[in-house]
């Protein structure tokens, strides 16, 4: 058994009540296929009961497709134009949201994103959900299949840093975007294989040491080097040209994950031409985002799990290292003693 860590991890808890937070999913509903003509719109009323919490956001998923616009020039409808207006029960004040995702495509794109902006509202009755786009035209129709919206609510931000190093022994021809493959390669990348443990928005961005280009990539459900746009969600452009604003050398994510999911996380280099550098990634979001294949109970990181482990997560105790963390709540207390008495049974 080996301990596979290759890069440091650490994870700390921000506190609700701060300047930041995160969001958290606490209901859904299915909606399937929805047809919206960009010039009128379309509108659903869905009935949500049984929500506790406060809803403070929405959410959305679902795969954007062009029914009919521009396929000559591929001006539109674009997944960036979509809108969603969400207005709460009891005619609250209403939530407009856009840019949802997306990108500056007529391509399919898979949205999965959230957003908060809700003053903590009851989340019980009947909402109305109006898709609409930023660029109305008479003959533009898009349709979001599988969509599901979903009500968000406030978290304590968990957030993970560690630092990604593209390895020159991994290559692969990268997306350029979220239906093409550049002709830059082949390149070196990086890949961090997750989970988490709360379903909710995470917001994930990766810094490149050298300050010049990079990119870095989404994948839900496995990742395959070689067929680089097979479960492909997201993406986060690092030169400078991200439709969202990131500056140069910064990648951005933001995407809503969900628990018992697996994710990957490819930080990459830009052209077989640039530059190699470490990247400082950081994921931001409502739960506690543990690395596959690591074993949790080899506090040591010797590659063996031995009596050893128990001195090293004692001084993880004391230090309140993320090694301390044994059942995965995002704290480190009494409990995880327990927990590490049950991983170390258990092996690895």
Known sequence: MRAARPFILASFVLLAGSAAGSDKVIASFEIGSIVVPTSTGATISPVFAGVVEPVTGVGLSGTFVVQSGDFKDGLGPWSLDVRLTSTPPAGGSPLVWNPIGGDVTIADYPLQDGT??????????????????????????????????????????????????????NSWSRPFYIAGISGLGPVAYHAFEFTVSESGVYDLTSILSSGGDHFTFLYQGGFDSAQP???????????????????????????ILFAGTTYTWVTSQWSASSTIAPSANTIVGPGVVTETGTCLPDVNHDGMVTPADFSAWVAAFNAMAPECDQNGDGSCTPADFSAWVANYNAGC
């Open 229 to 255: 746009l097979h479960n492909l969600l997201d993406y986060g452009l690092g030169n400078g040209s991200s439709p969202f604003g990131a500056p140069r050398g910064t990648s951005e994510i933001s995407a």
């Open 116 to 169: 908060n902006g809700l003053a903590s509202v009851d989340g019980n009755g009947t909402w109305t959900f109006v898709f609409g786009s930023e660029v109305p035209q008479s003959n533009w129709t898009y349709r979001i299949d599988g969509a599901v919206v979903y009500l968000l609510a406030d978290a304590d931000d968990i957030t993970t840093n560690y630092s990604a190093t593209p390895d020159t022994g």
